[in-house]
């Protein structure tokens, strides 16, 4: 595609199941980047992969957050027993350089914890 | 920790004024981007800069890299409704492996 895809744009969970997220980034981008976006706040760094390599889960806020990009394309983001702070818009961006590149978004996933 | 700070956070004004958004950090950006976002998508990128003292003009967007690089400006001319949104000023550090530090955003209404 023309641009980085995330599904589902919505998701709705009952406190304490897991969900999935999932990022398609744009063809040939090399690095993948995940950032957690409060109501009113600017993004916040989550992790970051350069082809399936994770480089850098600083920013995972706790042990149920895990990602995974296991053929150096698709991400996924898994978060086990949600909890409801954990609600948030989650962004997905990828870069083609291998650090320091622009980086380009996708329209993010809403996850609303009831 | 790198921290960005981003001011005003919001902003409301008539189309036709002029408006300036800034974005200071006490570390050197190895680079920063500026971004807009509408409501329901992700960040839009509008500019990067790199050197310091750089100007980058985009129509009626003018946009300025601090000399030491460590802040930088937004400066709106003749704002237009169409330019409401969230702008967003995200910095990229040396040895941080790319990842951005986000400014907490700035809501702009421009009214009719």
């Known amino acids: 595609g023309a641009g980085v895809s995330q599904s589902p744009r919505y998701k709705v969970a009952k406190r304490g199941q897991d969900v999935a997220l999932r990022c398609d980034p744009i063809?040939?981008?090399?690095?993948l980047f995940w950032y957690q976006q409060a109501l009113g706040q600017g993004p916040e760094f989550l992790t970051y992969?350069?082809?399936?390599?994770?480089?850098?889960k600083s920013g995972l806020p706790s042990d149920r957050f895990f990602a995974e990009r296991p053929e150096g394309s698709v991400s996924t983001l898994k978060i086990q027993r949600t909890q409801q702070e954990d609600s948030a818009v989650y962004l997905c961006a990828s870069s083609l350089a291998l650090a320091g590149g622009e980086q380009y978004f996708g329209p993010g996933t809403r996850l609303t914890v009831t | 920790t790198q921290l960005l700070e981003q001011s005003p956070q919001f902003l409301s004004i008539q189309e036709g004024e002029n408006l300036t958004v800034y974005c200071n950090s006490s570390?050197?950006?190895?680079?920063l981007q500026w971004y807009r976002q509408e409501p329901g998508e992700g960040p839009v990128l509008l500019v990067t800069v790199v050197t310091g003292g750089e100007v980058k003009k985009l129509k009626r967007l003018t946009f300025q890299f601090g000399d030491a690089r460590k802040d930088s400006s937004l400066h709106i001319t003749a704002a237009q409704p169409g330019d409401t949104g969230l702008y967003l000023c995200a910095g990229a550090y040396y040895n941080q492996g790319g990842k951005l530090i986000f400014g907490q955003g700035t809501e702009l209404s421009v009214k009719p």
């Open positions: 570390s050197v950006f190895s680079s």
């Open positions: 063809s040939g981008h090399v690095s």
């Open positions: 992969f350069q082809n399936e390599a994770q480089l850098d």
